[in-house]
């Protein structure tokens, strides 16, 4: 009887522990859900902003010292200097500008308060790109902290490109 007592109490620990631990995987797995739905929100918000010419949507998409890089070299936008005035000059007129990203993938820290990203995106105008940066969890808001945007080149493309490219900066450099 004793025997049958002990190993019925183990196995109502070890129960215990795997139904626990079934609430923990549960809980981790909604919590990523979510936090992977608020990361696309801010990500589809900088990107509908930007189409709008919301100044104030567009930077607040943005942490107070986030970082945009664009596809020239020059192309480092800081907040709230450069990046802030550039915008603002851009929407003055009402117009911004339009990506629509088709695909995105979203890793998190293991504290999830850091996500990094990439994503694909498509301007009618001007073709396809990949956009990667970082979002940092802040105050339960989640804030860009650094975008890249680059061009993509098709490889089949890519030596005409490089072509340009090489030119193109060797003309810069004797200017």
């Not at 809980?27 to 936090?35: D, G, H, N, Q, T």
């Not at 088709?102 to 999830?112: A, K, L």
């Amino acid at each position: 009887m004793l025997f049958h007592s002990l190993r019925s109490s183990t196995i109502q620990c070890i129960f215990t522990i795997l139904l626990c631990c079934s609430f923990t995987v549960t809980a981790s797995s909604e919590s990523k859900s979510e936090a992977t739905q608020a990361v696309n929100q801010v990500l589809d918000g900088l990107h509908q902003a930007a189409s709008q010419a919301d100044l104030d949507k567009y930077l607040g998409s943005f942490t107070q010292t986030g970082v945009f890089m664009g596809t020239d070299d020059w192309e480092r936008w800081t907040r709230p200097t450069t990046l802030d005035k550039y915008v603002a000059e851009r929407f003055a007129g009402g117009t911004g500008w339009t990506y629509k990203s088709v695909e995105r993938h979203i890793n998190f820290s293991e504290q999830q308060n850091i996500a990094w990203f990439d994503e694909i995106t498509v301007s009618q105008k001007w073709g396809r790109f990949r956009g990667t940066g970082v979002l940092i969890k802040d105050n339960d808001q989640w804030k860009i902290a650094h975008y890249a945007m680059s061009v993509l080149v098709p490889n089949e493309a890519w030596e005409k490109v490089a072509e340009i490219n090489i030119k193109t900066f060797a003309e810069r450099q004797k200017k």
